[in-house]
Nanobody, 121 residues
Framework: HVQLVESGGGSVQAGGSLRLTCQAS????????MGWFRQAPGKEREEVAR???????DYAESVKGRASISVDSTKNTFQLQMNSLKPEDTAVYYC????????????????WGQGTQVTVS
C-alpha cells in the first residue's frame, strides 16, 4: 500500500502561487493514478486535478487554467502548481493514489496523504 506525504502548503496572498508536492513511497509513473483533492471547512472533499487511466490530466472547472499537475518518476513525487490563487482556494489539500492496472484507475484502492493546509487571504 503506497504511502503519501504532502508538503508545500502555507499562507499566501490572493493572486499568488503555490506548489504542493506529494512524496510517494512507491513508483508513481504508470502504477498509480495520482490526484489532488481539497476540503474546505464545512464542505465535502472535492477533486482538484488528477491523471486518468490514460495519463491525461483532468482539472476541476474551478481551477482550470490556474493549476497544473506533474509527476517526477525519478523522485516518486507528484506536484500541483496553483497560480492566481483565490480566497476560495483555501482548504486542506490531499494527495491520492489509485492503483492503475491495464489503464484503469481503481478508486477502491485509493490511498490518501495526511493533507496540507493552504490559506489564501
Amino acid at each position: 500500500h503506497v504511502q503519501l506525504v504532502e508538503s508545500g502548503g502555507g499562507s499566501v496572498q490572493a493572486g499568488g502561487s503555490l506548489r504542493l508536492t506529494c512524496q510517494a513511497s512507491a513508483y508513481t509513473d504508470g502504477s498509480y493514478c495520482m490526484g489532488w483533492f481539497r476540503q474546505a471547512p464545512g464542505k465535502e472533499r472535492e477533486e482538484v486535478a488528477r491523471f486518468d487511466g490514460d495519463r491525461n490530466a483532468d482539472y476541476a472547472e474551478s481551477v482550470k487554467g490556474r493549476a497544473s499537475i506533474s509527476v517526477d518518476s525519478t523522485k516518486n513525487t507528484f506536484q500541483l502548481q496553483m497560480n492566481s490563487l483565490k480566497p476560495e482556494d483555501t482548504a486542506v489539500y490531499y494527495c491520492a493514489a489509485d492503483r492503475r492496472v491495464g489503464g484503469i484507475c481503481y478508486e477502491s484502492s485509493r490511498a490518501w496523504g495526511q493533507g496540507t493546509q493552504v490559506t489564501v487571504s
